[in-house]
């Protein structure tokens, strides 16, 4: 799941956000994060903890996006949701948009 009042896109074009992901077993991740449309790369700044907190991540360098099965949530936000046809969206409202529709208008959906 993605934040959408964390949501937003810079005039870099660089979207960043809050993700939460909850397993099967109810365990969750929260982080802050940032996706880089035109070099299709992703950055973790923060760790989100139970108490509230952020830490600082330790490693927080720019990394290529990979459709693979351990991170598939950041191949299908970047193709579906945040960077259609490799392109920053325009604003945060456009952001926000996409996110209520479930996916890009210029994606086909399925």
Same mark, same amino acid.
């Given at each position: 799941?993605? !934040? ?8 870099? %074009? #660089? #979207?960043?956000?809050? =993700?939460?992901? #909850?397993?099967? $077993? ?20 923060? =760790?989100?903890?139970?108490? +509230? ?9 720019? =990394? +290529?996006?990979? !459709? ?26 456009? $952001? ?6 479930? %996916? ?7």
């Amino acid at each position: 799941m993605v !934040d959408s009042e964390s949501l937003s896109v810079g005039n870099d %074009g #660089v #979207v960043r956000f809050t =993700l939460v992901i #909850v397993s099967s $077993a109810g365990a969750q991740n929260v982080s802050y994060e940032a996706m880089n449309c035109l070099t299709s790369e992703r950055r973790l700044y923060a =760790l989100g903890h139970s108490d +509230k907190t952020w830490s600082r991540a330790r490693s927080d360098q720019w =990394l +290529k996006i990979r !459709d693979n099965t351990v991170n598939r949530h950041y191949a299908e936000l970047y193709t579906n949701y945040f960077c259609p046809i490799g392109l920053p969206l325009r604003n945060t409202d456009e $952001a926000r948009q996409v996110l209520r529709r479930g %996916g890009h208008p210029s994606i086909r959906q399925h």
